[in-house]
């Protein structure tokens, strides 16, 4: 199934490298994002499935058609060889593949992530937090400050963008004003 | 954006009460099932947003204003810090919702819903905020290339 599914991954970035149009990009980048919470789902980690398929899939493709509507929606045509690009790709792709051969098996009930609060939490979530589903007693309580800088940094990013998008208006509302006053004088 | 459209128009104003209550669901099932306050705040700005693609989102504005959206963000982060400042002031760690409640288990009950509401708010109204400002700009491309 996983096999199946990261099959299917492969195949999209492919299509995607591939693809010229824009339009076609931003849908399977969708697509991907819907794989890889279908992937998510098959690890049992339905709440990181839930939040890749909402924000992953929906959100970024929905704010990246609004984008699209903004733009051209042709590739630029690439100004020098792909070759630097390509190099530091497989150099990190390889570094990271050499990384995961240090990775424990996967799965396995032994394994070091499973072993250290991870019990603790399973046996105590619900009795101290009332809360049958463990993720959510990690994040907001065990993890609240984790979860506390997570939101810190919506905020931040949602604060970042209106400030970058809302100046040019600015800018424009004094040039008028500037105008007028000129005409005034 | 798709004015004319009476299809889209007639089943979005169906769907949009459905996705609202299942964010709603979302969010306050959060504690049983999968979700919680980022997976619901995103499925609510997805109901404004949807509404907005369709019916304009000068339309849209008008159900959510954007001076609430502007006030929203920020809220939702200091309903979360407010939290661990109160549970501060109640003689526990900070977000250590313990004293909340007349048990420690209500209080840690209360403290994730309190939370998770604070994440809901900032998560909805940052992904609505992001939205207002391109579609605006749309708009104003849209503008500029009919009178040019």
């Known amino acids: 199934m996983n096999t199946v599914l990261l099959l299917f991954m492969v195949v999209v970035v492919i299509g995607i490298i591939r ?110 937090t009332k809360s049958p589903n463990v993720v959510t007693a990690v994040l907001a309580s065990y993890r609240g400050f984790d979860t506390l800088g997570e939101v810190t940094v919506i905020f931040t990013a949602g604060i970042g963008v209106l400030i970058l998008l809302s100046r040019r208006r600015r800018r424009e509302m004094i040039v008028v004003d500037e105008g007028r006053s000129k005409h005034d004088a | 954006m798709m004015r004319d459209t009476v299809i889209l128009r007639v089943v979005v104003k169906l769907l949009l009460p459905a996705i609202l209550i299942f964010a709603l669901y979302v969010q306050f099932h959060g504690d049983y099932g999968p979700g919680g306050g980022f997976q619901a705040g995103v499925a609510a700005a997805a109901a404004i947003i949807l509404y907005g693609m369709v019916f304009g989102i000068d339309e849209a504005k008008k159900v959510v204003p954007r001076r609430i959206v502007n006030t929203m963000i920020p809220l939702g982060v200091l309903i979360f810090a407010g939290t661990g400042v109160a549970s501060l002031l109640l003689g526990e760690n900070y977000l250590d919702y313990s004293p909340l409640g007349s048990k420690p288990v209500k209080g840690q009950h209360l403290g994730i819903l309190i939370v998770e509401a604070g994440v809901f708010i900032t998560v909805a109204s940052t992904m609505l905020a992001i939205f207002y400002v391109f579609g605006g700009r749309a708009d104003e491309a849209d503008e500029k290339g009919g009178e040019g």
């Open chain 1, 19 to 128: 693809a010229h149009n824009l339009f076609s990009v931003v849908i399977l980048g969708g697509a991907y994002s819907f794989l890889l919470a279908t992937v998510m789902v098959v690890l049992d980690a339905v709440d990181v499935a839930m939040t890749e398929a909402a924000v992953g899939a929906g959100m970024s493709t929905v704010l990246l058609l609004a984008v699209l509507h903004l733009t051209r929606t042709r590739e630029a045509p690439l100004r020098h060889a792909p070759a630097i690009p390509l190099l530091v790709c497989l150099l990190t792709g390889s570094a990271l593949v050499y990384a995961t051969v240090d990775l424990p098996p996967f799965g396995l009930a032994d394994n070091p992530q499973n072993q250290h609060v991870a019990p603790y939490y399973l046996d105590n979530a619900e009795k101290e």
